[in-house]
């Protein structure tokens, strides 16, 4: 039943994707509109700027906030099975009596 939904799915992406292809005509942009007024276009520098560093900044800008402005407590973190971490007296003993039943 996975391969039917998957074979449907993948049918409607790739139909959608012909039908865009299909509509949308790149020899129009060839033609000029009434009051169309282009500026002048972006250099290599410009547009790496734009379109990579900047977005990468602002992700490192971003994400050191969340780091530096984390509040949350050491006892709240979620620590995976078989890693050394702190545990409360409280939480230790719950553990055995779960493991014991």
Same mark, same amino acid.
């Given at each position: 039943m996975d391969k039917k939904n998957a074979l449907r799915a993948g049918a409607?992406?790739?139909g959608t994707t012909l039908m865009m292809l299909l509509? %949308?005509? &790149?020899?129009?942009?060839?033609?000029?509109?009434?009051?169309?007024?282009?500026?002048?276009g972006l250099s290599v520098i410009e547009?790496?700027?734009?379109?990579?560093?900047?977005p990468l900044a602002l992700f490192v800008v971003i994400a050191g906030l969340v780091m530096v402005l984390d509040? %949350?407590? &050491?006892?709240h973190r979620v620590i995976t099975p078989n890693t050394k971490g702190?545990?409360?007296g409280k939480t230790k003993a719950k553990a055995e009596v779960a493991a014991k039943v």
């Open positions: 409607l992406a790739a509509m %949308s005509s &790149p020899a129009l942009a060839l033609t000029r509109d009434d009051g169309d007024d282009p500026g002048t547009t790496l700027g734009y379109y990579v560093l900047a509040k %949350s407590k &050491p006892e702190k545990t409360k």
